[in-house]
């Protein structure tokens, strides 16, 4: 066997290993989480047996985190197990309205060989091996749990259940890590997002996540850029803020949202002799359209959005191919008139925006204050 054949033997295999780790590793996390809920709904359906009292929880939970410690090792304390609890209740509230699934069936193919802690490999098999028709006659809603329980730990303290449902199937549609979603909680994304939308919409947030259909859908405002350690009030130029976005690309990825890809910094463009450059310009594979950012220092003029214009109508007919959609159009600026954008635009506008954007991440009073003046 050549080297060149051995090379890409051992390419395939590895890229099969990688492939089946990450599958187990998926497999055991839903059991995990599965068996939590029903560890969960154990210790509820006990309370709720006639001794509703919370003496008897708090004596329940110490009882059982001394003999679940001893018998299946750590993981098991009074806080876990409470955790446990409050994630079943959580979770039936979100889920009791939806039809009924046999659970059994999600978690009856995981390979418990994988486990390190034998203990706990012994608590998912006696999970694994209970009967059927008990699973089926326990589980009166359809539960299925495609996150890690760290992030459910993160969800469950969402109070709000529409938000709670958006951050849900936003983490799994975007593969969004525990610090990712984190990061879009604390930079209020489901609220700067609801705040264009109308009732039915905001509901179809909860239930699909973002839909980008139309260039409003991928417009945020503000945008978060708390990742670039500027301070609110410190000196810093234009080049200095393009410099730090593509410094932190992965982040400034994530607050645009899905279907981003990089394409050029300064991009020059010329006709009758004269220069002029694009701060940024990105591509969204599922509007199909090129995306233009120019950022901008202080206060937004009206010679800003004249200029984005010029910018969009260069790129719609020199570049764009036929089957693209029109290019969209977005100024960053820290400051800017509502009114002054109202009247610069078109009333049927839909292709420049302008946004504010802001260097850190502001208190929970002051975000409410930001998102309703935004309203206005």
């Given at each position: 066997?050549?080297?060149?054949?051995?090379?890409?033997?051992?390419?395939?295999?590895?890229?099969?290993?990688?492939?089946?780790?990450?599958?187990?590793?998926?497999?055991?996390?839903?059991?995990?989480?599965?068996?939590?809920?029903?560890?969960g709904?154990?210790?509820?359906?006990?309370?709720?047996?006639?001794?509703n009292?919370?003496?008897?929880?708090?004596?329940?939970?110490?009882?059982?985190?001394?003999?679940?410690?001893?018998?299946?090792?750590?993981?098991?304390?009074?806080e876990?197990?409470?955790?446990?609890?409050?994630?079943?209740?959580?979770?039936?509230?979100?889920?009791?309205?939806?039809?009924?699934?046999?659970?059994?069936?999600?978690?009856?193919?995981?390979?418990?060989?994988?486990?390190?802690?034998t203990?706990?490999?012994?608590?998912?098999a006696?999970?694994?091996?209970?009967?059927?028709?008990?699973?089926?006659?326990?589980?009166?809603?359809?539960?299925?749990?495609?996150?890690?329980?760290?992030?459910?730990?993160?969800?469950?303290?969402?109070?709000?259940?529409?938000e709670r449902?958006?951050?849900?199937?936003?983490?799994?549609?975007n593969?969004?890590?525990?610090?990712?979603?984190?990061?879009?909680?604390?930079?209020?994304?489901y609220?700067?997002?609801?705040?264009?939308?109308?009732?039915e919409?905001?509901?179809?947030?909860?239930?699909?996540?973002?839909?980008?259909?139309?260039?409003?859908d991928i417009?945020?405002?503000?945008?978060?850029?708390?990742?670039?350690?500027?301070?609110?009030?410190?000196?810093?130029?234009?080049n200095?803020?393009?410099s730090?976005?593509?410094?932190k690309l992965?982040?400034?990825?994530?607050?645009?949202?899905?279907?981003?890809?990089?394409?050029?910094?300064?991009?020059?463009i010329?006709?009758?002799?004269?220069?002029?450059?694009?701060?940024?310009?990105?591509?969204?594979?599922i509007?199909?359209?090129?995306v233009?950012?120019?950022?901008?220092?202080?206060?937004?003029?009206?010679?800003?959005?004249?200029?984005?214009?010029m910018?969009v109508?260069?790129?719609?007919?020199?570049?764009?191919l036929?089957?693209?959609?029109?290019?969209?159009?977005?100024?960053?600026?820290?400051?800017?008139?509502?009114?002054?954008?109202?009247?610069?635009?078109?009333?049927?506008?839909?292709?420049?925006?302008?946004?504010?954007?802001?260097?850190?991440?502001?208190?929970?009073?002051?975000?409410?204050?930001?998102?309703?003046?935004?309203?206005?």
């Amino acid at each position: 066997m050549s080297n060149l054949q051995s090379k890409e033997l051992l390419q395939n295999i590895s890229a099969l290993l990688e492939n089946a780790r990450k599958k187990v590793a998926v497999a055991v996390n839903q059991a995990m989480v599965l068996t939590y809920f029903e560890i969960g709904r154990m210790i509820v359906e006990d309370e709720q047996n006639g001794k509703n009292r919370a003496e008897y929880g708090k004596a329940l939970l110490k009882d059982l985190s001394f003999h679940l410690t001893e018998k299946f090792g750590k993981g098991f304390s009074v806080e876990n197990l409470d955790r446990m609890r409050f994630f079943y209740k959580t979770y039936y509230e979100q889920n009791s309205s939806t039809v009924l699934t046999n659970s059994q069936d999600q978690i009856s193919s995981t390979p418990l060989t994988i486990l390190n802690d034998t203990k706990t490999q012994t608590l998912f098999a006696e999970f694994q091996n209970t009967d059927s028709q008990q699973v089926e006659k326990r589980h009166t809603l359809s539960v299925n749990f495609n996150l890690s329980w760290s992030h459910y730990l993160k969800l469950m303290r969402i109070k709000d259940l529409n938000e709670r449902k958006f951050y849900e199937i936003e983490s799994f549609k975007n593969n969004w890590s525990l610090r990712e979603l984190q990061r879009q909680y604390d930079s209020a994304l489901y609220s700067r997002l609801s705040l264009s939308k109308n009732k039915e919409e905001i509901l179809q947030l909860s239930e699909k996540g973002q839909i980008f259909e139309k260039p409003k859908d991928i417009i945020k405002d503000p945008y978060i850029l708390e990742f670039l350690g500027l301070s609110e009030k410190s000196s810093y130029s234009e080049n200095d803020l393009e410099s730090g976005l593509i410094d932190k690309l992965e982040h400034f990825l994530l607050e645009l949202g899905t279907g981003f890809t990089f394409v050029a910094r300064q991009n020059r463009i010329t006709f009758d002799e004269k220069h002029f450059k694009i701060d940024l310009v990105f591509y969204n594979r599922i509007l199909k359209c090129f995306v233009l950012i120019d950022l901008k220092i202080g206060e937004l003029k009206h010679q800003d959005i004249g200029q984005m214009q010029m910018y969009v109508n260069y790129y719609d007919r020199e570049v764009r191919l036929e089957e693209e959609n029109k290019t969209i159009g977005i100024i960053l600026c820290q400051d800017k008139s509502e009114a002054l954008v109202k009247y610069t635009l078109p009333e049927d506008n839909e292709q420049i925006f302008a946004s504010k954007y802001l260097t850190i991440l502001p208190s929970k009073e002051d975000f409410i204050k930001i998102l309703e003046e935004n309203k206005i």
